[in-house]
């Protein structure tokens, strides 16, 4: 009898402590879950999530975790109020060490303010009241140029990153002038390049033909920028959408790279007879343009490597399915990377109405596919690489997942060797940009919005 009482509490002890542990772990899941501050690529805070409505989730962060709650946004809004008062001093506001995952290597990232609006998270990433709250950069010469969503423009000195303001200054332009004369609805700047002492930008917005995408180019004068257009592509949609691409790149000596998204129109990327779901090569003198490549979905990141004469675009799937497509163009077709036929991603509704082999079917494979997705966005190659002769680094960015993720190819770029991620907590990382002269990344992030530096640390 005493062996039996001592079995039975004995157990009892044991369900009552695996009882408290599983409390403890969706506690702990819950309050990140309903924060927003979770790792979205954890496998076990995906699987809470996936039984959890969001309906729900938002009850639970309003009722019982509404203190802690307060407390997160009051900290966040301090920060907006901060941000605010400095005005263009862009001052330093957080450094920070982080570690990769896998490699354990050390990185520093410090970050300024920047005086754009902010995107505001809990409207949802597709709200339109966020469609122009989507900033870019880029690097000219000694100096950094920010384009926000509505199109204010700024610049600094770039050697300003090693001290604890960036010293902004407002750089005019006529793009105001543009939208009115045109009785164009901005939509918001979907992409920022500079290229021969010439600065481009991708226009999305709307007129009475429905949505669409423009190109517009200026010469570099740090006094005001004068646009004119540079390339309409006389493609329209019927509905507000975050799927326009927009990207813009270098191409060999005369030409630029533009990538186009699908624009939410069925059979449309699988159509050569329009340029939705297509990246397109345009001539800077004749303004020509030749399709490069189709069946893309929303190509949000491009790059062109000379060397190699290939282009790596990356681009958003559906609910999974995020990919890296190479082009290594050596080929005299036109290579197809399968949407909206093929994805490894599924529709948000929960059908899957996509093939998932691509080569089975006649399509180009991705490189490297994301499940679930990161919400993949921009990649930059890391040139000054070199604890591999024989490989080359990217840097890919992503919104979802707050991350950067690093991937180690062969010379050629038809090999993953390594892979590494730095997760960055409560971020979203829009734009990212290499400075070969310093090795050192520009990252810029969406939710205060702010400009980030990160650096190799020894």
């Known amino acids: ?38 790792d979205k690529q954890n496998k076990i805070i995906l699987t809470l999530k996936k039984v959890i409505p969001s309906k729900l989730a938002r009850q639970i962060r309003d009722t019982i975790f509404i203190i802690p709650d307060l407390k ?5 809004l301090e920060l907006v109020m901060r941000k605010h008062d400095q005005g263009l001093d862009g001052e330093k506001f957080s450094e920070k060490i982080f570690s990769s995952e896998i490699k354990k290597e050390k990185f520093l990232l410090k970050e300024f303010f920047i005086p754009f609006d902010r995107l505001d998270l809990r409207l949802g ?21 920010l384009i926000s969503g509505s199109g204010q423009m700024v610049y600094f000195d770039k050697e300003n990153v090693f001290k604890n303001k960036l010293n902004q200054t407002n750089l005019p332009n006529n793009l105001q002038k543009i939208l009115k004369e045109n009785k164009f609805e901005p939509m918001g700047i979907r992409d920022l390049f500079v290229n021969d002492k010439k ?21 570099i004068n740090y ?21 326009t691409g927009g990207r813009i790149e270098k191409f060999g000596e005369d030409k630029i790279l533009l990538s186009l998204g699908d624009g939410a129109t069925k059979n449309a990327p699988q159509n050569e007879n329009t340029l939705l779901g297509k990246i397109i090569s345009i001539d800077k003198k004749s303004k020509k343009y030749e399709i490069i490549s189709i069946g893309h979905r929303n190509p949000q990141g491009l790059l062109y490597i000379k060397d190699l004469n290939l282009i790596i675009n990356t681009e958003h799937g559906p609910k999974g399915g995020d990919e890296i497509n190479i082009n290594y163009l050596k080929t005299n077709f036109i290579p197809n990377y399968g949407w909206d036929i093929a994805s490894y991603g599924t529709d948000y ?22 499940t679930p997705s990161i919400g993949i966005s921009e990649i930059s190659y890391v ?76």
């Open 1 to 38: 009898m005493f062996q039996i009482s001592k079995f039975l509490k004995g157990k009892k002890f044991k369900v009552v402590t695996a009882l408290i542990i599983l409390f403890l772990m969706v506690f702990y899941g819950l309050w990140n879950i309903v924060s927003g501050g979770y």
């Open 72 to 76: 997160e946004r009051n900290r966040y």
């Open 125 to 145: 990433w597709a709200s339109t009241k966020n469609t122009l709250k989507k900033h870019y950069l880029e690097i000219i010469d000694d100096k950094i140029l």
């Open 199 to 219: 600065i481009y930008i991708s226009l999305y917005f709307k007129n009475s033909k429905g949505y669409s995408m423009n190109v517009y180019v200026a010469e």
């Open 223 to 243: 006094q005001r920028l004068n646009f004119n257009t540079f390339f309409e592509s006389n493609e329209f949609w019927n509905e507000w959408t975050t799927r």
């Open 349 to 370: 509704s929960g059908e899957d109405p996509y093939k998932k082999s691509h080569v089975e079917y006649g399509f180009v494979e991705p490189f490297k596919n994301y």
């Open 383 to 458: 040139s000054n690489y070199t604890k591999g002769a024989d490989s080359r680094l990217f840097f890919v960015s992503s919104l979802r997942a707050g991350s950067i993720y690093s991937i180690q190819t062969n010379a050629n770029v038809t090999k993953i060797i390594n892979e590494d991620r730095i997760f960055f907590p409560q971020q979203r990382i829009r734009d990212i940009k290499y400075d070969e002269k310093n090795n050192i990344f520009f990252l810029l992030f969406d939710p205060i919005p702010s400009l980030g530096i990160l650096e190799f640390k020894k």
